[in-house]
């Protein structure tokens, strides 16, 4: 199971850097994503990064403030935030992209079959 740490309480404008992990799985070959539920909303697409790292997507929401990478060593794919704002306070969740070394990257989160459990930001004034 993917396991997502790092999520906190964290004043606006500061910063935060999360984690998602699988120990015992490798997805080397997969394309990751990060999506992102606040209270009352639907799930939303914030990053994704191809199997190889060449390639990442954002949503205009965090684009130039959040950063994704990953570490196919460790089994391990991050979420730099930084200039958090409140609106970000949301629960986070890493999760993988249907299929293996994929072109593409998705926003949907129907192209994504593994989920982590989440980690919760928040972002206080």
């Known amino acids: 199971q993917l396991q997502a740490s790092g999520g906190g309480l964290v004043q606006a404008g500061g910063s935060l850097r999360l984690s998602c992990a699988a120990p015992?799985?490798?997805?080397?070959?997969?394309?990751l994503g990060w999506f992102r539920q606040a209270p009352g909303k639907e799930r939303e697409f914030v990053a994704a990064?191809?199997?190889?790292?060449?390639?990442?997507y954002y949503a205009d929401s965090v684009k130039g403030r959040f950063t994704i990478s990953r570490d196919n060593a460790k089994n391990t794919v991050y979420l730099q935030m930084m200039s958090l704002k409140l609106e970000d306070t949301a629960v986070y969740y890493c999760?993988?992209?249907?299929?293996?070394?994929?072109?593409?990257?998705?926003?949907?989160?129907?192209?994504?079959?593994?989920w982590g459990q989440g980690t919760l930001v928040t972002v206080s004034s």
């Open positions: 015992g799985r490798a997805f080397s070959s997969a394309s």
């Open positions: 999760a993988v992209q249907k299929g293996q070394y994929s072109p593409s990257l998705g926003r949907s989160a129907s192209l994504y079959d593994y």
């Open positions: 990064i191809s199997w190889n790292a060449y390639t990442t």
